[in-house]
Nanobody, 126 residues
Framework: QVQLVESGGGLVQTGDSLRLSCVAS????????MGWFRQAPGKEREFVAA????????LHADSVKDRFTISRDNAKNTVDLQMKSLKPEDTAVYYC???????????????????WGQGTQVAVSS
């Protein structure tokens, strides 16, 4: 049974930093691209960042480029999202997801991902 568990969310102020972490179990973690998505209140879930199975390729949404960084540790089965210079518009529930294609290219669409975590809340106050 595949499980993805996010942690690290919380309430911060504008300009602060936060690091989200997602630990995976029940899957050959090192073989799958991983992604982070977020969903703000009243909005559709949107792509934030993705990383290839090897960690050699990363993708970031334009809205978070230069502020957020995705990384992974295949020895620990974890994928992290380092967030800095947080803005109120970053407020959302953040979800970790595992791609459905073994050793494929990291995707940016929700349909590219098969397994999802329960999410962790990030709130940024102005």
């Amino acid at each position: 049974q595949v499980q993805l568990v996010e942690s690290g969310g919380g309430l911060v102020q504008t300009g602060d930093s936060l690091r989200l972490s997602c630990v995976a179990s029940g899957v050959t973690f090192s073989s799958y691209p991983m992604g982070w998505f977020r969903q703000a209140p009243g909005k559709e879930r949107e792509f934030v960042a993705a990383i290839s199975w090897s960690g050699g390729l990363t993708l970031h949404a334009d809205s978070v480029k230069d502020r957020f960084t995705i990384s992974r540790d295949n020895a620990k089965n974890t994928v992290d999202l380092q967030m800095k210079s947080l803005k109120p518009e970053d407020t959302a529930v953040y979800y970790c997801a595992a791609d459905r294609t073994r050793r494929g290219a990291p995707g940016i669409r929700q349909s590219d991902y098969k397994y999802w975590g329960q999410g962790t809340q990030v709130a940024v106050s102005s």
